[in-house]
C-alpha cells in the first residue's frame, strides 16, 4: 500500500487544512473503497427490491450473497496472501513478464475451483430455482476470482483502478439484479447480480492486461511459493477466518438464528449493525495508509538498504530509531483519531440505532461491535509490521489467536443471548492486539541482532558476492527483514 501512500504524502505536504483533509479523505476511500462500495450499493439495491413486493425471496438473496462473500474471503485468504509476497517477489526480482501468466492461472483454477463449491452448496443445500443456484455458483466463481484480481491489481500499485472497477461492477450489479428480479423474481436478481460481478471481474482483468501486457513467459510452479511461505498462508487463513468465525457461529450454532432457506440462515440482531459497524473503520484505515505503513515501509527500504550496501552500525541504529519513533507515533495518531470516531458513536449510539431503525438490544452490540473494530484497525497494523519484518510465523500465530479466541468466547457466550452479542470478536481483537504488540516490540528492540544474526557465516572463494546491488541477493541467503519490500 505504500505506493499510494507516497502519492498523498505530496498532497500533505502542502498547506492548509483542505490539503490535510483532501489526504486523508483520499486514503480512506482507496483503503476501505471497495468495501464502502460494495455494502452501500448492497444497501440501496435492498432498498429498491423492497419495493417489489417480495420480502422473503429478498432475505434468501440477501444472506446468500454473504454466505458467498464470507466464504470466499475466508477459503481464498491463503491464496491472496501469498499471490502478494509471490507478485511483489516478481516486481523485485525484474521478472515483471511472469506475472500476467500467474494471474490468467491462478484466476482460472480458482474460478474452477470455486464454480464447484458452489454448485454443491446451493445445488444440494439450499432449496430454490435451478436458475437461482446456477448463478449463485456462478456469483461464488466470480467472487473468487475478484478478490484474486484485486490482489494483483494491488500488488502493481494501481488502486485507482481497483476503485473505480468496483464503482462500475457494483453498480452494474444492483441495477442488473434489480432489473431482472422484476420479470424473474428470486432467480432473476440473482443472475443480474452475478452477470454485475462478471462485468467487474472482466474491467479488473482489462486493467490487469493494459498494466503488464501479453508474455512467451511462463508463469512457472506456484506450488512452491506456497510451500515456501506456508506460515504466511495460514495467516492469510486464520485473519479472515477470524473476522467471520462469530458470524457464521451467529448463524449456523445460535438457537436464536433465523432459518432463510434450508442451510441458509440469518442472525436479525447480529448481522445489520456490524454490516454498518465496519463502515466505521474509514478513519483508522485513512491513517493506517497514510502515516503507518507510508512512513515504516519508506525506513524499513532505507534499514534494509544500509545493511546490504553495508552501513555503519551508528547508521543502522539511527534508522532503526526513526522506525520505531515513526511507528509509535502512527500508532498514537491511529488510537486517537480511530478512538475519538468510535467514541462519538458509542455516545450517539441510541441516536443512530433510530436511524437505521433498529432496537435498543442492537444498540448494545453495535457499541461492542465498534469497540471490537476500533481493535481490530490496530491489530491489522501491527500485523502488516510483522509482515515488513519478515516475522511470518509470529503473524500466524497472532491471527490463530485471534480465530481461536473469537470462536471459543462466541461459543460460550451465546447461550447467555443477544447482550454478550459481539463478546467473542472484541476480546479476540483485544487478545490479538497484545499478542502482536509484544511482538512487535520485541523484534524491533533487537532487530539489529535478528538482522545480522540469521545471516549464514561464509568464508573463502565461494561466499556470495552481495555488495554489488540489492537485487543480486542469492536464494541460499537469508534475506534481511522486510526483504523483498512487500507490495
Known sequence: MAGIGFELN???????YLSVFKAYAYAGVIGSGPWLIAV??????????????????????????SV??????????????????????????ERRDTIFPIYIKCVS???????????????????????????AALLTALVAAIWISAIFLSALK?????????????????????????????????????????????ILASVIYKELGLSDAKAGPLLGSFVKYWDLALAGLFYNLGVWMDKFLYWWVDPKADVVAGILRASPVFDRVVYF??????????????????????????????????????????????????????????????GLFTGLL????????????????????????????????????????????DKRLDAMLCCILFTAINGSVTALCLPMGEKLYGVGFLAAAASAVIMASFMVNHHLKDL??????????????EAPDITNKPSAFPSSVAKPPGFPPKA
Open 109 to 135: 483454477w480458482v474460478s474452477l475451483l470455486f464454480a464447484v463449491l458452489g454448485s454443491l452448496f446451493f445445488g444440494l443445500l439450499v432449496p430454490a430455482p435451478l436458475l437461482f443456484k446456477g448463478a
Open 346 to 389: 458509542i455516545l450517539g449510539a441510541d441516536r443512530v440505532m433510530r436511524i437505521l431503525e433498529l432496537g435498543a438490544v442492537q444498540s448494545g452490540v453495535l457499541q461492542i461491535s465498534l469497540i471490537g473494530l476500533f481493535l481490530l484497525v490496530i491489530f491489522l497494523a501491527l500485523q502488516t509490521i510483522l509482515f515488513y519484518l
Open 40 to 65: 452501500i450499493s448492497l444497501g440501496l439495491l435492498g432498498t429498491a427490491m423492497n419495493t417489489l413486493d417480495m420480502t422473503a425471496d429478498t432475505r434468501v438473496f440477501f444472506v446468500s450473497v
Open 10 to 16: 505530496k498532497i500533505l505536504s502542502r498547506q492548509g
Open 158 to 202: 494501481n488502486y485507482y483502478a481497483v476503485l473505480i472497477s468496483f464503482a462500475v461492477g457494483c453498480t452494474v450489479s444492483c441495477l442488473a439484479a434489480w432489473q431482472f428480479a422484476i420479470s424473474l423474481g428470486l432467480a432473476g436478481a440473482m443472475l443480474g447480480f452475478a452477470i454485475g460481478h462478471g462485468v467487474l471481474l472482466t
Open 68 to 93: 458467498v462473500y464470507g466464504f470466499t474471503l475466508v477459503l481464498t485468504g491463503p491464496i491472496q496472501v501469498v499471490l502478494t509476497r509471490h507478485v511483489a517477489d516478481q516486481e523485485y526480482a
Open 277 to 338: 459497524s465496519f463502515l466505521t473503520i474509514l478513519p483508522g484505515m485513512a491513517v493506517f495508509l497514510l502515516k503507518l505503513e507510508t512512513e515504516f515501509a519508506t525506513q524499513n527500504l532505507q534499514f534494509c538498504q544500509h545493511v546490504l550496501k553495508k552501513g555503519t552500525l551508528n547508521q543502522i541504529r539511527t534508522i532503526k530509531h526513526q522506525m520505531v519513533d515513526s511507528l509509535r507515533e502512527g500508532i498514537f495518531l491511529l488510537v486517537k483519531v480511530q
Open 448 to 461: 539489529e541482532y535478528d538482522t545480522f544474526a540469521m545471516q549464514p557465516v561464509y568464508s573463502g572463494p
